[in-house]
């Protein structure tokens, strides 16, 4: 390869982002394959995450073959898999991170108008066939979608992996209660390698080069030079605020081609946002594509640095690779022991037979039909678990889920978290790999009850959609009635097994040995921890709630059972 350190691109305000370009030796005219992010283009995988680089190349060798692995870095492409194929490589670090100077504001619009000019920048160089892709993990894929509605006329594909695409919903909220994961985040992941962080910080070891910029600032000026992302996240407490709108994607001027890929196991961040990005879209040529495993190792094994290939060969070189002809939903069906491949004509699936599940509150029971009762919990104990019978055969669930309760509080709100969770035959619990945390239950989904009030054009009865544009608070005792969305699912049950739905009023966890995640523990709920009391109170949701059904008022969940093929 032919690999050039910091290349300055100009930008509009008369900033400057750096970039390092890895190129193929022979000159010509290559696509282009672009990350655009804070993660700091220079620091290696295994030095910025040695314990998920270990973890994937043991458990998947074919990783780390074929390349000398020294050039990788997290979440972005490994150039030795992509440059021997007749692609050029951009990796940027973004505004304040980096060697990229210049005021730290994640997913700002100053960052989306950065990004663009970046891949109109590289859609004229002369090394260039003018045309741009995007393709990469978490923040390098939930940005994507915030740049291609701006419309770069370069910009002919993009594929988001595991990319949230709703700063508000996806990240930041769930059901309106705010996520702890971006206080975590920023600091070990980001602030770290904040451009001035100079000789406090890394070497490239490739380039000699400080990771984060020649220049070392104090804590002080570092401080000055970025916004206070927890103040920002815990001030702004609707989607409507300024904050959450200025990072609002406008659905219908995504037209590029896509290929979203998501994560069964992605609960709290990785996977709601790459099913709404693929259905929202306006592309007329879009794919959806849903994985399991950790958060990472797929995009880099052979089973989805293959599939991305195949895409962008067909989009941005020309090649007639029957990548057209696929269709529209790929799926990895998930099972107790594996995974299997299954392609679909839409999402979600046209087959669906949608199944309520009521909860009898007499016996804890999830039926096939309604049993009027009501059940109490203390909010911030671990609620009350229903579950079905024993299956006497083998059923699949696949799409989304959803849930109506009839729900009363001893205060003003209440906070209802749901996670539907399978048990094997000794009643022991199935855990399965999820994202970030090695261990978490089937699916989840949140709401705070002042957060009720409905979207009724953007609401289905399988995905219901909440504006979180005022807060309406409850009268105590009295009964409201809550529509939930929990995040999409796959889980194919075996028989003789038991579904099970617990609902409560806090974080879900199991009850085997957690997993660090920076300075907390993951025990179930990954890193998404919604705990913190400045936004739940104990005098407001430390309570007494309690699930109603009565005749015409049913509590139940909304499940998509998939008959077999007969």
């Known amino acids: 390869m032919k690999i050039s350190w910091d290349v300055e691109i100009p930008m509009s305000d008369g900033s400057i982002v750096r970039a390092d370009i890895y190129a193929p030796v022979e000159d010509g005219q290559y696509p282009v394959i672009m990350t655009y992010g804070p993660y700091a283009k220079g620091l290696p995988f295994q030095e910025g995450y040695p314990w998920q680089w270990k973890r994937m190349t043991e458990e998947h060798p074919e990783i780390p073959e074929g390349s000398t692995n020294k050039y ?58 003018g045309k741009v892709g995007l393709n990469g993990i978490s923040y390098y ?6 740049v291609a509605a701006l419309q770069p006329p370069h910009l002919v594909a993009i ?93 219908s001027k995504v037209t590029v081609p896509i290929l ?27 794919w959806l594509e849903i994985h399991g495993l950790e958060h990472w190792t797929h995009f880099y094994t052979d089973y989805g640095r293959n599939l991305q290939r195949r895409f962008f060969d067909y989009y941005l070189k020309g090649h007639e690779n029957g990548w057209n002809e696929l269709p529209p939903v790929l799926l990895q069906v998930r099972g107790v022991d594996g995974f299997v491949n299954r392609q679909e004509e839409a999402w979600p699936l046209p087959k669906t037979e949608w199944t309520r599940l009521y909860l009898d509150t007499n016996n804890l029971s999830l039926s096939k039909q309604p049993v009027e009762g009501q059940v109490e919990y203390d909010t911030f104990s671990e609620g009350v678990t229903f579950l079905t019978p024993t299956y006497e055969e083998e059923v699949e669930l696949t799409g989304p889920v959803s849930a109506k309760f009839y729900v009363s509080s001893s205060t003003e709100d209440t906070d209802v978290f749901l996670t539907i969770r399978l048990f094997d035959p000794t009643g022991k619990e199935v855990l399965f790999s999820g994202a970030q945390d090695p261990r978490t239950p089937i699916t989840q989904g949140w709401l705070r009850a002042s957060h009720r009030k409905l979207d009724p054009e953007k609401s289905t009865e399988y995905r219901p959609y909440h504006p979180h544009d005022e ?24 028989k003789g097994y038991r579904l099970g739905l617990t609902v409560g009023g806090s974080d879900y966890s199991h009850d085997e ?14 890193a998404f921890w919604h705990d913190d009391p400045r936004d739940r109170p104990e005098e407001v949701f430390k309570s007494k709630a309690t699930i109603h059904t009565v005749s015409g008022k049913e509590s139940y969940l909304l499940v998509p059972v998939i008959p077999k093929e007969r």
């Open 159 to 251: 594929c988001p992996w595991e990319g949230a695409s709703d700063w508000y919903r996806d990240a930041t909220h769930h059901g309106g209660i705010t996520s702890g994961f971006w206080s975590t985040w920023y600091g070990p992941q980001v602030l770290k390698v904040q451009n001035g962080v100079g000789k406090k910080g890394s070497i490239n070891p490739n380039s000699g080069k400080l990771i984060a910029g020649p220049d070392t600032l104090s804590d002080e000026e570092l401080a000055k030079n970025r916004i206070d992302i927890d103040h920002e996240i815990y001030a702004n407490k609707l989607a409507t605020d300024p904050y959450y709108k200025e990072r609002e994607v406008d659905w």
């Open 260 to 286: 979203s890929a998501g994560n069964w196991g992605g609960l709290g961040l990785h996977l709601r946002g790459n099913v709404e990005g693929y259905v929202q879209a306006a592309s007329k040529e879009k």
């Open 471 to 494: 807060v309406q608070p409850l009268i105590p005792n009295e009964v409201y009635e809550l529509d939930i969305e929990l995040w999409p699912t796959s889980i194919v049950i075996p």
């Open 513 to 526: 040995e957690g997993t660090l995640y920076h300075s907390r523990l993951m025990t179930g709920s990954g």
């Open 141 to 146: 894929g939930m940005n994507q979608w915030q």
């Open 72 to 129: 990788q870095t997290w979440e972005a492409v490994d150039p030795e898999k992509w440059v021997p194929y007749g692609y050029i490589c951009i990796r940027v670090d973004s505004r304040g991170t980096g060697t990229s100077p210049g005021y730290l504001n994640p997913f700002s619009e100053r960052e989306t108008q950065d990004f663009f000019e970046c891949i109109e920048w590289a859609g004229v160089q002369p090394w260039s066939n």
